[in-house]
């Protein structure tokens, strides 16, 4: 943040100096003092910054530790206590996790559930978004007030009339199951937030497009969705991660059945019913986290593009 | 054709809408409960036609009991091979569901018994485990779609699901002539609902145990307690030498207090005898009672007494159950004695692998409090209940209820179990030998009373546990507060 804030000044000041060169020594120092005031401006705010993600990172930096740790410390000491000489790390943990009866087929399943279950909301919300945005038909606003309304219904309170509903449909335990939950469950909010996106385009873009004849599919096609590309990406990422650690969901819809059962559902096996064992979910939250942060990098770079970058140059 | 497109949006957007509208909307009436559990029922009729069906037989064939007991007599340990043998072909493929809170090396366990049985009969066992169970298979129930048996943590919810009718009687398929030689009275009592079977227990507690470190009793010269008055006398001593008597330890999230209540439920039964245990659980007697008030005085002397608890009252509610059985074995040891369940035997054993059983760690049986009530104890099991009728579950149900299922998990510890036919010699240890042998012997054995109490009284109880552990002075206080909560609960 502070970066990008500081750098155009900065370039500023050497493009006026071949005017002035006379000035050179004077402003110099000056100079100097400018930044020197700069940064202990921006000392404040960058030390709360630091802080608060410090302050963030710490807890899991403590499930780092931990899952490095070996059962008997875990319960005997806190991480930190880790951290000095003697050193005593072990991988027990993660071998635990990874040998695990049915790891494998639940990392399967978890991929199975997740992919469907991020695209299809996806795919599905930005249709209806385009068409809240920017086609006009009777009602449209108050059928998107419904849909707004509908990010208020708690999950929970869903759970058994759709179950209902699912077992007169056959679709108990089975994946296309769970990705219609999940889609469901996601749209409201794709559908909040692109619609809102949506509209932020500028309608000029719109009436050029429809003078020179373009279809309202051409337009989505073509026009809205590269626009969109970090609104999309940000969207995938909280879709990805709230059904890739999703647990109710899959335990109510599947069952819990192992050829089924996601990740999640596996990874809370390990632990027995008095709560002990505790230690392998550390390692278990480490071996889960891998494959979101994949995707977090992946897409990660489609944020700090300007939105409407060049889209309407020439 | 731009209209066509048009329109075709419009329709995928309504329909969209639609969906997530039909998708939630009956969610948004949960006040209509039980409208909708009606026409779950309803729905759902077609696809449980069979099971009802099933079920209506089994009870008219339940008054005839004699008669049904020849065609599936299979019970258990003796009669077991045969049967199993007869349902080999029909059961290959066919699939059982079981829905329960075992995970980690209990799961293992269960799989190496499950595994027996699917080798016999060619039937496949999915394991669906949850630690949220009751919340899991509520909603599941609702829904209309509960799994084949059910592995609860109490009998309370065994009763409840009985009353609503989702579960099957037992008697109507078993041999009970085996249930009853397996199977203490009171065990088939507490399974029972309006005189027929629903429940089989499976995995004990046996909650008399308080865990101490033999060789920290010797070095400091302790002997172990008989009596109340001998172990309060012991505490003084140890307070007298700068060392703490008790570990208390009632942290376990939202379940938290429980340790606290099977110290009262098990001073209760001690103190005031099996007649007012039971009256005070079913609320005929209030829990103001003077014999019950007596108790939590008992309790609150403990927890009150200065020196008496590592870390007080704050120590007590923060520290988490299983860490509480660690402060005996250390070195020095921080505390000398910690009363849980039998169960707490894996958890020494997990954090201490080196400890020898007997000479490292042991258990006293609670100390007598009125000499007429001496060898009670309090138990908790796991509760097993079938809520689909096929014969591949009638043939699991049954094969679990059997002696041989249950040695088998015995033999690989962590295991107590209910039916009387396992032999003592199957337990690995003499600890969980001993545990077993004061189960079965014992004069008086009571369910612990919160497991048994309705689900809203249990929680309750909890949290007053809690409170009473910060200011154990305040018995009237707390006895009012639980009699107050307890006429809004029993109906």
């Not at chain 2, 077609?46 to 089994?58: E, S, V």
């Not at chain 2, 009256?279 to 200065?306: E, M, N, R, Y």
């Not at chain 2, 923060?318 to 250390?330: D, L, S």
Request: with cysteine.
């Amino acid at each position: 943040m502070s970066d990008s804030t500081t750098h155009p000044q900065m370039k500023v000041r050497p493009e006026a100096r071949p005017a002035q060169p006379a000035a050179r020594e004077e402003e110099h120092p000056r100079l100097d003092a400018a930044r020197l005031v700069h940064v202990l401006l921006q000392a404040p705010l960058n030390i709360i910054v630091v802080a608060v993600s410090l302050l963030w990172l710490l807890p899991t930096a403590g499930l780092l530790v931990s899952s490095f740790r070996p059962a008997q410390a875990i319960s005997q000491s806190g991480w930190w206590t880790a951290l000095v000489p003697p050193y005593h790390f072990v991988l027990d943990n993660y071998i635990q996790v990874l040998t695990a009866n049915g790891m494998g087929q639940g990392f399967i399943n978890s991929l199975i559930i997740t992919i469907p279950g991020t695209i299809l909301p996806i795919l599905i919300g930005s249709f209806a978004a385009y068409g809240f945005a920017w086609m006009n038909f009777p009602g449209r606003d108050w059928i998107f007030i419904v849909v707004v309304g509908l990010l208020v219904v708690p999950i929970q309170m869903t759970l058994i009339p759709i179950l209902q509903l699912y077992n007169t449909l056959h679709l108990t335990g089975t994946f296309p199951g769970v990705w219609l939950a999940h889609t469901a469950y996601g749209l409201p909010l794709a559908v909040y937030l692109l619609r809102n996106f949506f509209q932020s385009l500028p309608k000029d873009l719109f009436e050029s497009a429809r003078l020179d004849g373009a279809t309202e599919r051409q337009i989505f096609f073509r026009i809205v969705i590269p626009l969109s590309v970090p609104a999309l990406a940000s969207l995938t990422i909280f879709q990805f991660l709230w059904v890739w650690n999703d647990l109710l969901v899959a335990l109510i819809y599947l069952g819990g059945d192992p050829r089924v059962a996601p990740m999640t559902v596996t990874v809370s096996n390990l632990v027995n019913s008095y709560g002990s064992n505790y230690q392998v979910l550390t390692a278990a939250a480490f071996i889960s986290m891998l494959l979101p942060l994949v995707v977090f990098f992946s897409l990660q770079q489609y944020f700090a593009r300007g939105l409407l970058a060049g889209s309407i140059k020439g | 054709m731009f209209i066509q497109k048009r329109t075709g949006l419009i329709i995928a957007g309504l329909l969209l809408v639609a969906l997530v509208a039909v998708a939630c909307a009956p969610a948004a009436a949960p006040t209509l409960a039980p409208t909708a559990a009606a026409t779950t029922a309803a729905t759902t009729a077609a696809t449980t036609a069979p099971t009802t069906a099933a079920t209506t037989a089994a009870t008219t064939a339940a008054t005839t009991a004699a008669t049904t007991a020849p065609t599936t007599s299979a019970t258990s340990a003796s009669a077991g091979a045969p049967t199993t043998a007869a349902t080999t072909a029909n059961l290959s493929g066919q699939h059982v569901s079981v829905l329960g809170v075992w995970g980690s090396s209990e799961l293992t366990a269960f799989q190496k018994v499950y595994g027996v049985w699917e080798k016999q009969t060619g039937g496949v066992v999915d394991w669906q485990g949850t630690r949220d169970l009751t919340a899991v298979l509520t909603t599941r129930v609702q829904g209309g779609n509960p799994p084949d048996i059910a592995i609860l943590p109490n009998p309370a919810l065994m009763q409840q699901l009985a009353s609503q009718g989702h579960l099957i009687a037992l008697d109507s398929f078993m041999n009970m002539n085996q249930v009853k030689t397996d199977y203490a009275p009171a065990w088939i009592n507490l399974g029972s609902y309006q005189n027929k079977l629903y429940a089989i227990f499976y995995r004990a507690a046996n909650k008399e145990t308080v865990w101490y470190n033999p060789q920290a009793f010797t070095a400091g010269g302790y002997t172990v307690p008989k009596t109340w008055t001998e172990w309060m006398a012991l505490a003084n001593k140890m307070v007298a030498d700068g060392k703490t008597p008790f570990s208390i330890a009632a942290e376990n999230g939202a379940a938290s207090g429980w340790p606290l209540t099977d110290w009262m439920s098990e001073i209760v039964l001690n103190n005031c005898g099996p007649t007012v245990y039971d009256q005070w659980v079913t609320h005929t007697i209030p829990w103001t009672d003077a014999c019950i008030k007596q108790s939590f005085q008992l309790f609150g002397t403990i927890l009150g007494t200065k020196g008496y608890v590592l870390g007080g009252g704050q120590g007590v509610d923060a520290t988490n159950f299983v860490n509480g059985t660690y402060p005996m074995y250390t070195n020095p040891p921080t505390a000398y004695m910690d009363y849980l369940g039998s169960f707490a035997q894996g958890f020494i054993t997990a954090q201490y692998p080196k400890l020898q059983a007997v000479t490292g760690y042991n258990f006293f049986p609670f100390p007598t409090i009125n000499s007429q009530y001496a060898g009670s104890v309090t138990i908790g099991a796991d509760v097993l209940v079938m809520m689909h009728d096929t014969p591949a579950v009638r043939s699991f149900m049954t094969y679990l209820a059997g002696a041989p299922a249950q040695e088998t998990w015995a033999k690989l510890g962590g295991f107590i179990a209910v039916n009387r036919s396992v032999p003592l010699s199957a337990y690995p240890d003499p600890i969980s030998k001993a545990v077993a042998q004061d189960l079965y012997t014992a004069k008086v054995s009571r369910f612990g009373a919160g497991d048994v109490m309705p689900a809203a009284m249990q929680q309750a109880w909890w949290k007053q546990m809690l409170l009473f552990a910060q200011n154990p002075s305040q018995v009237d206080a707390t006895l009012n507060s639980l009699e107050n909560s307890a006429k809004s609960i029993y109906k």
